[in-house]
């Protein structure tokens, strides 16, 4: 019972915030989480995320930052049911809402053809990486979590579907999935950037961090290429699509792509992008949870 009614109060939650329209929603969630945000256990949790990784910044600073994070986290959640309104980027096309650089490398991977790697974290509009792909006529796939509540999970993968080309839920056979979807020559795009019980140990924003290898796994199955994307927000309900050129990872001895390292450089520029736009990162989230070192596991199960 209580599975059903989070479900109907999630749809009930959908069709008003679509009713409201793609530049209501997202207003009105920010401006609540403002408030609200504040007011949460993980609110505390962002401060001192933000106190560790800009130890030189004073209060106000932090403040403010926490401030913007969650205007930023509300307005994802208001924008998730309009993003086949806000999403007016097409190939040639300058779009209304959004702008788009990535110097070519979309079109050089397609012409390329043959499987690619797209990691994004989040910051900005994390949904909207999702889109970059499809809407430019690349075969794609996502890998996404969700929530166990399958009236909720429903809800958002009928949002999620017909926009972002394949998904692959994260569950065990998840791996299986991804390495499919790369064999028939897809780009497969993946969130690295929360804790991973199961990872390996790199640094993030200056402090020790179990993170997700399974990107640079793959990249060293396929020794295919490796993007990273951003969407940022500007003003005005806009926003700004970034697509890097293909990384040039650290390979080991025997010129393949070394897992650790790979890990290491993609949460490297991640954490350059999130130095750049802090007040756009989700810092309610306890990424960094080691408790002692733990290299030499990792090392192992390259």
Same mark, same amino acid.
């Given at each position: ?7 109907? #109060? ?6 008003? &915030?679509?009713? &409201?329209?793609?530049?209501r929603?997202?207003?009105l969630?920010?401006? #609540? ?5 504040? #007011? ?10 933000? =106190?560790?990784a ?15 994070? $969650? ?14 309104r ?8 300058a ?14 991977l ?8 797209a ?14 792909? +499809?809407?430019?006529?690349i ?27 394949e ?6 056979r ?6 499919r ?22 640094a ?5 961090? $179990? ?9 060293r ?8 994307? =951003?969407?940022?927000?500007l +003003? ?9 050129? +293909? ?9 393949r792509?070394d ?6 450089a ?29 290299m030499? $596991?990792?090392?192992?199960r390259?």
């Amino acid at each position: 019972m209580g599975a059903w009614l989070a479900g109907w #109060l999630v749809g009930l939650a959908f069709r008003l &915030l679509r009713w &409201l329209g793609p530049d209501r929603a997202p207003a009105l969630c920010g401006a #609540l989480m403002r408030r609200v945000g504040p #007011l949460l256990p993980a609110h505390r949790i962002g401060r001192e995320n933000l =106190r560790a990784a800009f130890p030189d910044r004073d209060a106000a600073w932090v403040a403010a930052t926490l401030s913007g994070a $969650w205007d930023n986290l509300g307005r994802v959640a208001g924008e998730y049911v309009h993003l086949d309104r806000l999403w007016d980027l097409r190939p040639g096309q300058a779009g209304r809402r959004v702008e788009f650089a990535d110097g070519g490398t979309l079109a050089a991977l397609a012409a390329r053809g043959g499987p690619v790697l797209a990691f994004a974290a989040h910051l900005g509009n994390w949904e909207m990486p999702g889109l970059i792909a +499809p809407s430019f006529g690349i075969p794609s796939a996502m890998a996404y979590r969700m929530p166990n509540n399958r009236a909720v999970a429903a809800h958002i993968l009928n949002l999620r579907r017909g926009l972002m080309g394949e998904l692959i839920r994260g569950e065990s056979r998840a791996g299986l999935a991804m390495r499919r979807a790369l064999g028939e020559g897809k780009l497969l795009g993946m969130l690295i950037d929360q804790h991973f019980s199961r990872g390996v140990e790199i640094a993030f924003l200056g402090r020790a961090c $179990w993170a997700n290898p399974t990107l640079a796994r793959l990249a060293r199955r396929f020794d295919c290429p490796v993007i990273g994307a =951003r969407v940022i927000r500007l +003003p005005g309900g806009r926003f700004r699509v970034e697509v890097t050129p +293909p990384l040039d990872l650290p390979r080991d001895g025997e010129g393949r792509i070394d897992v650790i390292g790979a890990t290491q450089a993609m949460n490297d520029l991640i954490s350059a992008w999130v130095r750049e736009h802090p007040e756009q990162y989700l810092w309610f989230h306890r990424r960094w949870r080691i408790a002692q070192p733990r290299m030499a $596991w990792a090392a192992r199960r390259r």
